[in-house]
T-cell receptor, first 117, second 108 residues
């Protein structure tokens, strides 16, 4: 266990459903991330929250909506997804030291395997 | 565009041999570098981080960094079948940039 938990671990949803992914970190970190991992592709950074503020949104479609109520919890709300959104969704956390210091090691949760039918 | 390049493999080595995994990066401003191991169906697991030029050893793992050549490598000594996985290299400026990973196969 890395200290980052994700639920659910597996999710099958139809294109008209609404669901949410949850992530919680117990490491005392101040930054949290959502990544998407598809077969044969590098990890794709979706969203970044530093000190609960969203600082990065890599042109992610609006059908993905993040929420970070505090520095320990992160959600990804999903609605009207497409079959190509099927992937492994990974949450990570790290300590962020600002632009001068950069980030230290990122620790990943176990991921949610999402299948959109 | 900032990139991290890795040979996708598979890299096949016999049990007990040294496995050498390589990575190049494009952004000279990268400050730190990380190696992750990912077993099939699992999430990436951090195994090494390196911030300065030279070698860093941790058990059977040695990370090597050459900033002038923009090159990072990971050596695994006494490779075991349990080391068979995909190894991801990542560089950091203001965010982590990941390579596509190298698949390592260690055969008995």
């Amino acid at each position: 266990e890395t200290g980052v938990t994700q639920t659910p671990r597996h999710l099958v949803m139809g294109m008209t459903n609404k669901k949410s992914l949850k992530c919680e970190q117990h490491l005392g970190h101040n930054a949290m991330y959502w990544y998407k991992q598809s077969a044969k592709k590098p990890l794709e950074l979706m969203f970044v929250y530093n000190f609960k503020e969203q600082t990065e949104n890599n042109s992610v479609p609006s059908r993905f909506s993040p929420e970070c109520p505090n520095s320990s919890h992160l959600f990804l709300h999903l609605h009207t997804l497409q079959p190509e959104d099927s992937a492994l969704y990974l949450c990570a956390s790290s300590q962020y030291m600002g632009l001068a210091g950069g980030i230290y090691e990122q620790y990943f949760g176990p991921g949610t395997r999402l299948t959109v039918t | 565009q900032k990139e991290v390049e890795q040979n996708s493999g598979p890299l096949s080595v016999p049990e007990g041999a040294i496995a050498s995994l390589n990575c190049t990066y494009s952004d000279r401003g990268s400050q730190s570098f990380f190696w992750y191991r990912q077993y099939s169906g699992k999430s990436p697991e951090l195994i090494m981080s390196i911030y300065s030029n030279g070698d860093k050893e941790d058990g059977r793992f040695t990370a090597q960094l050459n900033k002038a050549s923009q090159y990072v490598s990971l050596l695994i000594r006494d490779s075991q079948p349990s080391d068979s996985a995909t190894y991801l290299c990542a560089s950091n400026t203001d965010k982590l940039i990941f390579g596509t990973g190298t698949r390592l196969q260690v055969f008995p």
